[in-house]
């Protein structure tokens, strides 16, 4: 084949992958859109949306997917939600602050965008949306330094956990600190919980070390920290502070690797955790660690990062999967019996936490020992190429799945292809012009 022959294929090929990725640009349907079997746990959805590149949000879904409340900040994120009652939702906001409206303080870290990040905790009242209670502070900057989770406890305080500087702590109406625990005091070099199991140290003041990203009170009194970047789960004792329990292991991510919002089902004496490192949901038994349920999605249609998963009391779990832009429920059969998914995130991009309005995370639930046990992981390929195409959502249009990004990789080594043969051209006619 000469090289005339080898350019005009590579044209041909370049502008049929061209007009058939167009023709799917226009013909695929990238709005929301809803599955409904008839047999999810009644109520609407109530979704905290995290949203990187626009304005994060709190949307409430009903079961047909009707956005019947919705609340946002420009330029922020949302990580925990709770409805409080029929009026009142309580949540976790980080406002992305431009630095000349950021105190002076604030500005010390060196950055090309300097900013530096609001993080606040509201009560908003659902029928007027105003703010009516709000505890807040301010941090250098917004990547890994937002407040991840609140939980309203029943004495009236607000628990919370303050990602940017490793530290859990409850609050009082009046914005008074009744309790605090900090990680660096706890899980560095020498302390017990290091002795026992190690874990990455910390490298300096802005180091995301622990990621610490939820909290909830347990039936005993004590505080459970999830501490993300260390692949555990802990157990505070808020009158000694102590580490008392520890469910996984630093670096062992057969058990679980930077997970997030994991409930504990306390009469079953399982945790049901969203395994995002995994790309899976696993329910664990709190002592052996060991594995009692877990769930990965359909075939073909599998979790990405998924970051909360709820049991329900009917036996179905609400999974939010976030890279995929969707909630789902699955029945104890691991069938999808509800699910409301955005390709395009233009009601909900990024959804970090999803509850089922009036029920939270109750511990009177089945566990997953009841359940149809749903493996169906998927093996180290598939992994990988589901990873880099949820990956490829940050920079390509999310409509692009697998066979359009096939498309794109198509183009660029027909247009490599392209060169080669014009750098071959090239150098043939350099080369006889010297003769």
């Not at 167009?22 to 990238?30: C, E, K, L, P, V």
């Not at 009560?123 to 502070?137: K, L, M, Q, S």
Request: glycine share 8%; with cysteine.
């Amino acid at each position: 084949m000469n090289q005339r022959t080898r350019v005009t294929v590579a044209v041909g090929v370049i502008v049929l992958l061209i007009a058939s990725l167009g023709i799917q640009a226009i013909a695929i349907d990238r709005s929301p859109n809803v599955v409904d079997e008839g047999d999810r746990y009644p109520g609407n959805t109530l979704v905290g949306v995290h949203s990187f590149s626009s304005e994060g949000r709190i949307v409430e879904l009903s079961p047909d997917g009707e956005v019947v409340w919705e609340w946002s900040v420009p330029d922020s994120r949302v990580f925990g939600v709770e409805r409080l009652d029929e009026r009142t939702v309580l949540a976790a906001v980080a406002v992305r602050i431009p630095d000349d409206d950021c105190d002076a303080e604030y500005l010390e870290y060196e950055e090309e965008d300097e900013h530096c990040v609001h993080n606040r905790v509201v009560e908003i009242d659902t029928e007027t949306d105003a703010v009516v209670w709000e505890y807040d502070w301010y941090d250098e900057f917004i990547a890994d330094h937002e407040v991840h989770d609140v939980e309203r406890l029943e004495n009236g305080e607000t628990a919370i956990v303050d990602t940017g500087a490793d530290r859990a702590f409850t609050v009082d109406r009046d914005g008074e600190i009744t309790w605090e625990w900090q990680a660096e005091e706890h899980l560095t070099p020498g302390t017990p919980f290091y002795e026992a199991y190690g874990g990455p140290e910390k490298e300096g003041e802005h180091d995301d070390w622990t990621h610490v990203n939820d909290i909830d009170r347990l039936e005993n009194g004590n505080f459970q920290l999830s501490i993300r970047n260390f692949d555990v789960i802990v157990e505070v004792d808020p009158e000694t502070d102590d580490v008392v329990d520890v469910i996984g292991t630093p670096g062992d991510h057969d058990v679980m690797a930077r997970q997030h919002n994991p409930h504990r089902i306390e009469a079953a004496e399982t945790i049901v955790v969203a395994d995002s490192g995994n790309d899976r949901i696993v329910e664990l038994d709190t002592a052996s660690e060991e594995r009692v349920w877990q769930y990965t999605g359909p075939p073909g249609d599998r979790l990405q990062w998924p970051r909360d998963a709820d049991r329900l009391p009917n036996g179905n779990t609400l999974i939010t999967d976030t890279r995929n832009n969707r909630v789902l429920e699955v029945n104890p059969d691991g069938e999808i019996v509800w699910q409301f998914h955005d390709p395009r995130g233009e009601v909900m991009p990024q959804p970090y936490e999803a509850d089922r309005v009036g029920v939270g995370e109750r511990s009177d639930v089945p566990p997953g020992s009841e359940l149809t046990d749903v493996d169906g992981e998927p093996g180290p390929v598939e992994s990988t190429v589901r990873e880099w195409e949820a990956m490829a959502r940050y920079v390509f249009p999310t409509w692009m799945h697998l066979p359009q990004l096939l498309h794109v990789v198509g183009i660029a080594l027909g247009a490599l292809w392209l060169c080669a043969e014009g750098a071959v051209f090239a150098w043939r006619r350099l080369t006889a012009d010297r003769r």
